[in-house]
T-cell receptor
């Protein structure tokens, strides 16, 4: 069974600093997709970044980047130059077939 | 707004009542998904439609739950004889055909409270 583990229930970062959110997953597949979703308070979930497992290069989207370690089954999210608007719940997700399997989430608090 | 919409946004009901939620996907997205999210947890998959066909159902979807997507457009999720354990946020998502990574676009959710 595919599982996704986010070991940090809550993280804090100072505005303009960098923070890394951890995610590990378990799968027997060799080709798959991984995602980070952001869910702001009382707002809908939006995709932050995705990674195709067959690509060795880590995905980057502006201030967001991932550290994808396929052998270790690790998929961490780095947020650089943190902004107040980054405060949200962040979910790591694995795509299995037609569905997404989510971790329990990490609450990110940004201090001004 | 051309995003995924859900109605109602909030629903309070008494145990034993039936409730129905509606989801309108992004236009021309042929894939539609329902998830359930309980407090402090990530969303859990319930069911998946491709056009009007329901192709996958989770074991979480007990016989009190039924989902439909007539004509491959909007979808409804009905819960019969609600129980307090059904209290959760019900999320709908859609994705376009022909995209390998299958990004799912989520709606704002319907928060159900069963008293």
């Amino acid at each position: 069974a595919q599982t996704v583990t986010q070991s940090q229930p809550e993280m804090s970062v100072q505005e303009a600093e960098t923070v890394t959110l951890s995610c590990t997953y378990d799968t027997s597949e060799s080709d798959y997709y991984l995602f980070w979703y952001k869910q702001p308070p009382s707002r809908q979930m939006i995709l932050v970044i995705r990674q195709e497992a067959y690509k060795q290069q880590n995905a980057t989207e502006n201030r967001f980047s991932v550290n994808f370690q396929k052998a270790a089954k690790s998929f961490s999210l780095k947020i650089s130059d943190s902004q107040l608007g980054d405060a949200a719940m962040y979910f790591c997700a694995y795509r299995r077939g037609n569905k997404l399997v989510f971790g329990a989430g990490t609450i990110l608090r940004v201090k001004s | 707004d051309t995003g995924v919409s859900q109605d109602p946004r909030h629903k309070i009901t008494k145990r034993g009542q039936n409730v129905t939620f509606r989801c309108d996907p992004i236009s021309e997205h042929n894939r539609l998904y329902w998830y359930r999210q309980t407090l402090g947890q990530g969303p859990e998959f319930l069911t998946y439609f491709q056009n009007e066909a329901q192709l996958e159902k989770s074991r979480l979807l007990s016989d009190r739950f039924s989902a439909e997507r007539p004509k491959g457009s909007f979808s409804t999720l009905e819960i019969q004889r609600t129980e307090q354990g059904d209290s959760a946020m019900y999320l709908c998502a859609s994705s376009p055909k022909g995209v390998s990574y299958n990004e799912q676009f989520f709606g704002p959710g319907t928060r159900l409270t069963v008293l």
